[in-house]
Nanobody, 123 residues
Framework: QVQLVESGGGLVQPGGSLRQTCASSGVTFGNYAMGWFRRAPGKEREFVAAISWSGDSTYYGDSVKGRFTVARDNAKNTVYLQMNSLKPEDTAVYYC????????????????WGPGTQVTVSS
């Protein structure tokens, strides 16, 4: 049974940083691309970032390019999202996702979702 569990969310001031972690189990982690999405209150779910199975290729949504970095450690079955220069508009529930490839994840092709974790950017 595939499980994805996010951690590392919370409350941060504008301009601050957070690192989110998604731990996986029940799947051969290194065979899959991983990604992050978010849903802000009253808005549709938005693609944030994705990384290929090898970690060689990364993909970002326009709103986070240059501020967020996705990385993975296949030995630990874990994917990370480093979020810097956070803005109030980054406030959302962030979801970890597993898929076939980075480009397909970016198009919303998600095979499994994590339950999500809240990130709030506020002073």
């Amino acid at each position: 049974q595939v499980q994805l569990v996010e951690s590392g969310g919370g409350l941060v001031q504008p301009g601050g940083s957070l690192r989110q972690t998604c731990a996986s189990s029940g799947v051969t982690f290194g065979n899959y691309a991983m990604g992050w999405f978010r849903r802000a209150p009253g808005k549709e779910r938005e693609f944030v970032a994705a990384i290929s199975w090898s970690g060689d290729s990364t993909y970002y949504g326009d709103s986070v390019k240059g501020r967020f970095t996705v990385a993975r450690d296949n030995a630990k079955n874990t994917v990370y999202l480093q979020m810097n220069s956070l803005k109030p508009e980054d406030t959302a529930v962030y979801y970890c996702a597993l898929g076939n490839s980075g480009p397909s994840l970016a198009r919303g092709g998600v095979w499994f979702w994590g339950p999500g974790t809240q990130v709030t950017v506020s002073s």
